[in-house]
C-alpha cells in the first residue's frame, strides 16, 4: 500500500530564507509524486510533479523538488521564502503507469513566513 | 484552463437535513473525485467516478453517496447530515491515462452542520 509522510505539520521561515518542507514516500511500484499548494480558502494548485522524467523537477513560483529513490523523498525547496507563500503545502503519490488516477495526499504543512 | 466549479463556497446545515454538493467541470475529464478536508488529517478521499453512473468508494464512505449521470457533473449527497460531517468538501478532475493523472481541484464547500 502507498503512503505518504510531510515531516511537520508547521513551518515557520524570516522572509529570504530557504524553504524545506519534507515528503518521504512508501510505494511497491515506481511512484508519480506531486505538491500541491492550497492558499487560505482556496481549492489545491498543482506547484509540480515528478512522472518519472528528471529527478528534478521544477514547478511553479520558483519551487523545485527532487525525487531521490534511495531515500524515498521528495522534498519540496525555494531559495528564497516570500510573504505570499504562506499557505498548506501538499505531497501526494499515486502508482506510476496507473490509469485510475487516484492520489495518496499526506497531510499537510502549513508555511508561515515572517517579515 | 480547467476549470472545477462547487455550487457553494459555504453551506450550513442542520443535522438530519439531507445536503447536496454540486460538482461541474468543463474539460470532458473522465475521473471526479470527492473529498473532505480537516485540519490534521490532509485530504481524505470519500468516492470517485471513472466514468458516467459509476463510481468508487474512496477511503471514507460511510454516511455519504455519489450520483454522477452526466460526464461533467459529480454529485456528494449527505442522506442525514451529522455534525460530525462538518468540513471542508474538495471535488477534483482528472484525464483516464497514466500521463494525465493531475487532478484539478475546486474552490471547495465548507459545510457546517448544526
Known amino acids: 500500500a502507498q503512503s505518504v509522510t510531510q515531516l511537520g505539520s508547521h513551518v515557520s521561515v524570516s522572509e529570504g530564507a530557504l524553504v524545506l518542507l519534507r515528503c518521504n514516500y512508501s510505494?511497491?511500484?515506481?511512484?508519480?509524486l506531486f505538491w500541491y499548494v492550497q492558499y487560505p480558502n482556496q481549492g489545491l494548485q498543482l506547484l509540480l510533479k515528478?512522472?518519472?522524467?528528471?529527478?528534478l523537477v521544477k514547478g511553479i513560483n520558483g519551487f523545485e523538488a527532487e525525487f531521490k529513490k534511495s531515500e524515498t523523498s521528495f522534498h519540496l525547496t525555494k531559495p528564497s521564502a516570500h510573504m505570499s507563500d504562506a499557505a498548506e503545502y501538499f505531497c501526494?503519490?499515486?502508482?506510476?503507469?496507473?490509469?485510475?488516477?487516484?492520489?495518496?495526499f499526506g497531510k499537510g504543512t502549513k508555511l508561515s513566513v515572517k517579515p | 484552463d480547467v476549470k472545477v466549479t462547487q455550487s457553494s463556497r459555504y453551506l450550513v446545515k442542520r443535522t438530519g437535513e439531507k445536503v447536496f454538493l454540486e460538482c461541474v467541470q468543463d474539460?470532458?475529464?473522465?475521473?471526479m473525485f470527492w473529498y473532505r478536508q480537516d485540519p490534521g488529517l490532509g485530504l481524505r478521499l470519500i468516492y470517485f467516478?471513472?466514468?458516467?453512473?459509476?463510481?468508487e468508494k474512496g477511503d471514507i464512505p460511510e454516511g455519504y453517496s455519489v450520483s454522477r449521470e452526466k460526464k461533467e457533473r459529480f454529485s456528494l449527497i449527505l442522506e442525514s447530515a451529522s455534525t460530525n460531517q462538518t468540513s471542508m468538501y474538495l471535488c477534483?478532475?482528472?484525464?483516464?491515462?497514466?500521463?494525465?493523472?493531475?487532478?484539478?481541484f475546486g474552490p471547495g464547500t465548507r459545510l457546517t452542520v448544526l
Open positions: 477534483a478532475s482528472s484525464l483516464v491515462g497514466p500521463l494525465s493523472i493531475e487532478q484539478f
Open positions: 510505494s511497491s511500484v515506481p511512484p508519480y
Open positions: 515528478y512522472t518519472s522524467a528528471a529527478t
Open positions: 501526494a503519490v499515486t502508482p506510476a503507469g496507473g490509469s485510475q488516477g487516484n492520489l495518496i
Open positions: 474539460m470532458d475529464h473522465e475521473n
Open positions: 467516478s471513472y466514468d458516467v453512473k459509476m463510481k
